[in-house]
């Protein structure tokens, strides 16, 4: 071959792979890639042309049993096809059969919550006509139930019907759920809930193993809980029909507290123990709609105080959340969850992430953990320390993964990591500086549980935490340092508009924000979410520059994950300087940066860091002159 043909190959070759992974020079896999080839993502960081994805509307009726602790349901599902493929079979989560014996299972649970059957099914209708046991099919927590003589086509809707009960696990080691005592429940991962097809990997195949959280389309859901006389239930939604159930007085005061800016108590445990805070003596059926969630879960109980009041999210139209506590009277801390929740939540609609909260209620519900769900949060009480944390956490999850449909089951960093970003900020802001810290990210960095988080969650084990907490958490530090807050603003702004209520992936996310910064961030995305490696600076010396005339500060990159550089320099006449540069001065790859200091200046002592730097070797980070 003679060298012009090599070189117009070279080129034609070029131009083609330009074509294929056009705009990114990240490894982007195979599977991935094909979405883009096929139009549903686009390589500008927006949702493709043909971007697609299913829905349902759920009409459930449930009841609980408070002495069995059984819970038994009756639901309708209308699923849409919103997508180009002919369904032959329709999978169904049943998330409770992570209690079943035999399934898989990621952490302990108590042996007596573990049952043969896991949830009893009673009956399966798929529109309108029984589906015989032999047409389903059970394994880990799935149901497929297959319609292969009447699939759901394109642009169809059909109804999937099921009768089904369940036993809530009481055991300790239950998680994200709870028996909290013994009246009170917190129940999430319940109703049988039809699982994603979406246009990356087809059905969700992973199973709910109690570790990693979610991954649910976008649903409308109509929910009746019946529960006996003098029990409350809160919930995912609205709750529709508080005049029939509240006496007139406790009536009064949930209406005022929709509207109310200070927290008003619906009602006390001591005036539920008095009685005629309900209407009546009968069981009451509790009505919820929501619209557009990916979720829905409840809490009840005969005992807990109920606080409220609300905040506006959007300064343009005025519209209000309204935000509650739920709470047994043992936990000294949750009479500040109410405030610290409707504070919290106009710092995220105006400051970070700077977006109008997009839910019309939010309860934090006294549980046994820290977990979220749509409009609602099951926490522990951290008494005697303080709720802030927890709490700006858990509700921060509204943007990620729930208005921001997140796929955790592969990338729980593009959820955990903002909350655990977002409850530092917004903790520390609130606490006039007094609580939030980063999550400690050094003293795993570059270990080999430091798994890159592009490595799916569902791989994950030990390294979970790590890959989907700490290293994002630090690498978003590091982004809003680098890019400054109105830019980072830009971006998430326009991530959001873009995505909201939609299941952007990770490409969708690195090449928004390469669009909408302006800048090619690819070196950092490598870094912090495909390399293996560390953030490691280090000070060298102080050397002379004598052609300058004054000393130079010479710091050493060490570790190849690119942190900024905060130096505090004092000198030997009692003065000090600050000199800051963000993690891009390390993006062409340079060993080491030389700081000049000022003519006439001698350094006494160096001092490299800040609290939302991680660096694996701080001893490093000093030097003194003479030592
Ligand atoms: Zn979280």
Redesign the pocket.
Known sequence: MNPLRISLLLLITTFLNAGISAQTSLFVPRNIRKAYEKGTRSWDGKPGARYWQNRADYVISASLDPKSHRLSGEETITYFNNSPDTLKMIRIKLQHDRYRKGAGRAGDVTAGDVTDEGVRIDWVKYNGAPVEEKQRRRFTTFMDIQVKENPVLPGSSVSVQVKWSYTLPAGEDAARECVCDSSSFFVPYWYPQVAVYDDLNGWASFPYTGLQEFYNDFSNYDVTITMPAGFQVWATGEWQNAADILADTWYQRWKKAQTSTEVISIFSEKELRAGGVYKTRQPNAFRFRATDVPDFAFGTSDHYNWDAVSTVVDDRTGRRTFVSAAYMSSSTDYPQVARIGADAIRLMSTYLPGYPFPYPVMTVFNGNDGM?FPMMCNDVSTAPGSPMTLTV??IS?TYFPFMMGINEQDYAWMD?GW??FFDVLISDSLSSHQLGRPRPYSAVAGTEDDVPPMVRSRNLGTAYRNAAYQRPQNAYFTLLDHLGYEKFHNCMTAYMDRWKGKHPAPFDFFQTWNEVSGENLDWFWRSWFFDWGYPDLALQGVVRDEAANCQVVVIGRNGNIPTPVQLKVEYSDGTSDNFHHTAGIWKDGKQNLKIRIPQGKSVKKATLGAVTIPDVTPADNTWEAGR
């Open positions: 979220e956490h858990e999850h955990e909350a655990a």
